[in-house]
Structure formats: structure tokens, C-alpha cells
């Protein structure tokens, strides 16, 4: 998205170019007229434009400095899009030399090292309660790139108006976001990389208790992303946490949407940039196209694509595709025959009503080896690291078929 430039008519007809890769980057259209693609012309071929990234006043990051100085609880909110590698790294020394808790954005997971020791776990869906408390307790809120959506605020249950008003910096690349649902202590439009590397370049001052307070924060962090017991089923946390321990640390890790994902968010452990392919919309089925786009992009990383039973159905098609191009991916599938997250809010909302969730799904492995590819079924939570071995050395593009518990629905959350 934002590859393209968009053109809109200004004054007196004339094309003017609107900022497709400024502010707010996003998806982009473009429209031709129907000529345009038929006829030949002389003209010399064009390079990218170039990205603005606009930087912080120097008045903005004196009056940010004074808050943080005068602030005994306060907490970094880093995500949002348009981060770079250098971005990420000065994320990183700034919160270093502040000793401040950082949080990340729902699916920002790969913007810090999550073994960091300041590092406090992600904020969106189900975030870790103590995180949550320590934002709503916070009496400054760094908000370094995200928007402050329903994902972001646990459907605006974090913030509230006059919070906000008193503890809130906000800091976003796009002017049209600042103030859109929380009116900040301080706006600042600007991006995200541009003011992370010139607070990386500040002097902060020394604080004992704040930096006590940050690692307490990655302390609780740890805690909540230690494998729980399940009853029933293949343990997704266990097979996470294994996975955590197993790859390395530029794997690259994709996933779609439904309550599989949350056992993928809360126990593995990110440790690199661009490491984190998921989307933000809730869109199912985009886990396992972004593997094999990772994959052919990125030929010698590990590639992961973690999907639900419903999740890889909507383009298991595609298996073709990675046999096609030799694309070694490893799928693993975790089953439970239901649309999980319908079914949760159904269970909830209208107890013994369900009503389309239920799945009859293949056999995930034969079905993977109809295509040419590797196929294993897991049906106890031991047996699943020999079978990602087996997966990982058979050289070809693999689906882990791992049988779980619709009772087990999400971490914590049994039907």
C-alpha cells in the first residue's frame, strides 16, 4: 500500500498528486484511463517518490522531555505503521536511557525485542491486565506512532476523555488522527521514526524508581506469557513457547485472524524487526499468502504461518502456489473445528444457541500431501516438536495439522 501515486484533480482541471506515501500511509488506488494502457509513448521511466517524514519541533520534545521529567508513572505506546529498522532501533536506545515501560500497538509485536527488560507486553486484544492497569494508572502516556482505535484502547476502556486530556502525548504522522477520538495533553504531528530518532539522541536523567517500575513491568510481561494448562486438546501455548525457543530470531511468524492467533501473541516472544506479519483489520486467511510472499522474498529465513482450521481454508488454494515455486513454508493448523472467535461471542451472548460456527474439516495432512507437500498430524502437544523437525527437514512446503479443543477457546477461556 502507498507504492502508487494518486492523482486528483486541482484547480483549472490539472493533475495534482496527493500524498499516497505521506502522513498516514495507506492502500492506495489508481485509475487509468482505458487508452492509457493500449498506447505507446515516448517517456523516460520514473523512480519511486520519495517518502517525507516529517520531524518533531524542538519546542514539541522540550515540552515532552518536561512531562517525562515531572511524571512518576509513565508508560511508552509504540506502533502504528511506516517504522523502519533504524526506527525500531532508536525505540529502543530511547527507552534505554528514559527507563521507561514500553508497550506495543496490537500487531507491532516486532518494533522492540521482547526480551528487552523494559519490554511490557502488547496492548490489544486480551492484553495483560496488569498492563492494562498500568496504563490507566499512568500519569503520561507516550503514544509513539499507533492510532487510538478499539484495538489499541481495549475498546476505548484504557483511556478515558479526561485522562487523556491530562496524561496523553500523542504523536502520529497524520494531523487528521491527532484528536480523532482522545483530545491529548500534547499532539504532535510527526513521524514516528523521525521523533524516535531524535529522542534517541536526547539526555534523559536518571531514574532509579521509573527504571525499577519498567522492569517490574517486563517482569509481570514474563509471567503472562508462560505457558497455562489447558484440559483438553494439543496445548497451543506449550507449542508457542516451543517455537520461541526453537527459531531463530528472524524467523518471520504470520497469522490471520481468530482466537488461535492469541495463544501465538501472548507466548511467543519476538526478538527482531520485521519478524511480525498479521493484519490489523481482522482479516482471516491472510497468514498463509503473506508466508509464501515472505518466503520468496526472503528465501533463506524460516518462514511460520500459524492459521485456525476456518483461517487456512479461505486460502488453502494456495498450496498450489508454494509447491509451484518451491516455497518451503511451514503451516501449522491448529484445529478445532469452529470458527473460534463466532463462537466464543456466541457462547457468551446466547448460551446453547450456536448457529453456523461448527467446521467438518479435512484431514489437514493428507490434504497437504494431495497437493505435493509435506503433511503431519499432531494430536498430543509432545509430539509436536518432532513432528516441526520433520517438517523443517523435509524441504518442501508443510502443514502441521494440530488437533486442539473448541472448549479451550483462548488462553484463560474455557467453554
Known amino acids: ?75 511508552v505506546l509504540a506502533g502504528g505503521g511506516g517504522w523502519t529498522a533504524a526506527g525500531a532501533q532508536a525505540l529502543r536506545r530511547f527507552v534505554d536511557k528514559a527507563g521507561l515501560p514500553a508497550g ?66 500523542h504523536i502520529h504522522p497524520g494531523a487528521e488522527e491527532l484528536g480523532r477520538v482522545y483530545t491529548p495533553a500534547l499532539a504532535i504531528a510527526a513521524s514516528p521514526v523521525e521523533t524516535a ?93 503473506a508466508a509464501i510472499a515472505a518466503k520468496a522474498t526472503y528465501p533463506d529465513r524460516t518462514v511460520v504461518c500459524a492459521a485456525g482450521d476456518g483461517c487456512f481454508m479461505m486460502a488453502s488454494s494456495e498450496l498450489a502456489t508454494a509447491v509451484q515455486y518451491d516455497l518451503p513454508v511451514i503451516t501449522i493448523v491448529a484445529d478445532n473445528g469452529t470458527y473460534g ?4 461471542h456466541q457462547e457468551r451472548s446466547y448460551p446453547g444457541r450456536v448457529s453456523g460456527t461448527d467446521l467438518v474439516n479435512p484431514d489437514f495432512a493428507a490434504f497437504a500431501e494431495s497437493f505435493g507437500a509435506f503433511g503431519v498430524q499432531v494430536r498430543e502437544t509432545a509430539a509436536f516438536p518432532a513432528a516441526f523437525e520433520a517438517a523443517r527437514a523435509s524441504g518442501k512446503p508443510a502443514v502441521i495439522h494440530v488437533l486442539t479443543s473448541a472448549r479451550e477457546i483462548a488462553p484463560g477461556v474455557r467453554l
Open 1 to 75: 500500500g502507498g507504492g502508487a501515486r494518486r492523482y486528483q484533480r486541482g484547480a483549472g482541471g490539472r493533475a495534482r498528486p496527493a500524498p499516497a506515501q505521506n502522513g498516514r500511509r495507506g492502500p492506495t488506488v489508481l485509475a487509468l484511463p482505458e487508452d492509457m494502457l493500449v498506447e505507446t509513448v515516448a517517456a523516460p521511466p520514473l523512480g519511486p517518490a520519495p517518502v517525507a517524514r516529517a520531524p518533531p519541533r524542538p519546542e514539541d520534545l522540550d515540552a515532552r522531555g518536561d512531562r517525562l521529567n515531572a511524571a512518576g508513572r509513565a508508560v
Open 104 to 169: 506495543l500497538s496490537f500487531r507491532s509485536k516486532d518494533l522492540l525485542d521482547n526480551r528487552h527488560p523494559l519490554y511490557a507486553g502488547d496492548v490489544g486484544i486480551a492484553p495483560n491486565p496488569a498492563l492494562a492497569a498500568r496504563i490507566r494508572d499512568c500519569d503520561l502516556l507516550i503514544a509513539l506512532g499507533p492510532r487510538l482505535g478499539e484495538m489499541t484502547t481495549s475498546g476505548y476502556t484504557l483511556l478515558t476523555p479526561d485522562h487523556a486530556a491530562r496524561a496523553l502525548v
Open 197 to 289: 530518532l531524535a529522542l534517541a539522541e536526547r539526555d534523559w536523567p536518571a531514574n532509579a524508581a521509573r527504571r525499577a517500575a519498567a522492569e517490574a513491568a517486563h517482569a509481570d510481561y514474563e509471567a503472562f506469557s508462560t505457558p497455562v494448562r489447558v484440559e483438553e486438546g494439543v496445548n497451543l501455548s506449550e507449542v508457542f513457547a516451543w517455537l520461541d525457543a526453537a527459531l531463530p530470531d528472524d524467523a518471520v511468524i504470520c497469522n490471520g485472524a481468530g482466537n488461535y492467533a492469541a495463544w501465538l501473541h501472548r507466548f511467543y516472544r519476538h526478538n527482531g524487526f520485521k519478524t511480525q506479519l498479521a493484519p490489523t483489520s481482522g482479516a482471516m486467511g491472510y497468514g498463509f499468502p
Open 341 to 344: 472467535t463466532i463462537r466464543m
